[in-house]
């Protein structure tokens, strides 16, 4: 299975500041199709996961330009240019290339 | 509007079984591969089961092959998951997700608990 290996695991943050997520796969995520299907979840406590990006860079629908997603071969960034407090939650990298598609353990981001 | 809703999560003892279903609605059910997911309390996120929007192919985690069933209906537009002889280790919340789009669960459902214990 493609290991997903996130870091760092908890992210303190400070209102308005940027904030940055890393996540390596064990192997590359090119589909035959010549797609990456590297993905970012937000899980907010109690709640189900909420599909941020999607194929690298494609944010899901109705999410704010705050979040932008970058990367290639098997490292990959999740970034938000100015955290809320809606923003606080669990956020999971998850590769949908390789079957089983596998997660990272996941970043809790929480306000300093 | 996509709506996922799961039902079927009980409490159920070591080697016993389980059927999850998975109601959808506001889009074309037959169009998409389906998927179920799991998270343990306190934990992570598992794949652990795929479709094909035509129920032709199946994909399980190594962790529930030959155990788990997956199946659709798509004359109702629903999904299932048949789990047998179930571990204390398969104890977690089972979401039902969309592949509309390819390569991602797009849409989740809200998720139904199942509890293995004595």
């Known amino acids: 299975d493609v290991v997903m290996t996130q870091s760092p695991l908890s992210l303190p943050v400070t209102l308005g500041q940027p904030a940055s997520i890393s996540c390596r796969s064990s192997?590359?995520?090119?589909?035959?199709?010549?797609?990456?299907?590297l993905n970012w979840f937000h899980q907010r406590p109690g709640q189900s996961p909420r599909l941020l990006i999607y194929k690298v860079s494609d944010r899901g629908s109705g999410v704010p330009d705050r979040f932008s997603g970058s990367g290639s071969g098997t490292d990959f960034t999740l970034k938000i240019s100015r955290v809320e407090a809606e923003d606080v939650g669990v956020y999971y990298c998850?590769?949908?290339?390789?079957?089983?598609?596998?997660f990272g353990q996941g970043t809790k981001v929480e306000i300093k | 509007e996509v709506q996922l809703v799961e039902s079927g999560g009980d409490l159920v003892q070591p080697g016993g079984s389980l059927r999850l279903s998975c109601a959808a609605s506001?889009?074309?059910?037959?169009?998409?591969?389906m998927h179920w997911v799991r998270q343990a309390p306190g934990k992570g996120l598992e794949s652990v089961s795929a479709?094909?929007?035509?129920?032709?192919?199946?994909y399980y985690a190594n962790s529930v092959k030959g155990r788990f069933t997956i199946s659709r209906d798509n004359s109702k537009n629903t999904l299932y998951l048949q789990m047998g002889s179930l571990r204390v280790e398969d104890m977690a919340m089972y979401y039902c997700a969309t592949e509309v789009v390819p390569g991602t669960n797009d849409h989740w459902g809200q998720g139904t608990l199942v509890t293995v214990s004595s």
């Open positions: 479709i094909s929007g035509n129920g032709v192919t199946t």
């Open positions: 192997q590359g995520l090119v589909f035959s199709d010549g797609n990456t299907y």
């Open positions: 998850m590769q949908g290339t390789h079957w089983p598609w596998t």
């Open positions: 506001g889009f074309t059910f037959s169009d998409h591969p």
